[in-house]
């Protein structure tokens, strides 16, 4: 299971997002440039924990890694957005697992919980 995270390195501006595994092991550096394709929210990448532009891009992106799918990744991103990203502090993790499970609540469906 993969995990993205974020740790606040600067008090303002972009800030770094990692994909990792459930081991800690790096797999990539999530990057804001596939999302700003679809809607450049944020010219200077992401930034979590309040509800602007930052937010907005750092969303955008995890959804659109986690679906592969720019529609579905544009109509749910401000709602990601508001119920995970601007909530988060300096540092943060959340995984694939939990963004499917959320959008799968979203989209009106029930989530199956696992005991892992």
Known sequence: ???YCGKRIRLSGHQSV???DEYGKLIKRLT???S???VNHSPDGFNWGYGGSGP???ALAILLDVTNNPEE???YSTW???DYVAQWGDQWSISEQAVK???TRQKGGVTVFSEN
Do not use: I, S
Request: overall charge positive.
């Open 101 to 103: 499970d959320w959008l």
């Open 56 to 58: 907005a891009q750092l």
């Open 32 to 34: 804001p440039q596939a």
């Open 18 to 20: 990692w994909v990792v």
């Open 1 to 3: 299971m993969n995990f």
């Open 36 to 38: 700003q394709k679809l």
């Open 73 to 75: 990744a544009m109509r």
């Open 80 to 82: 990601f957005k508001d």
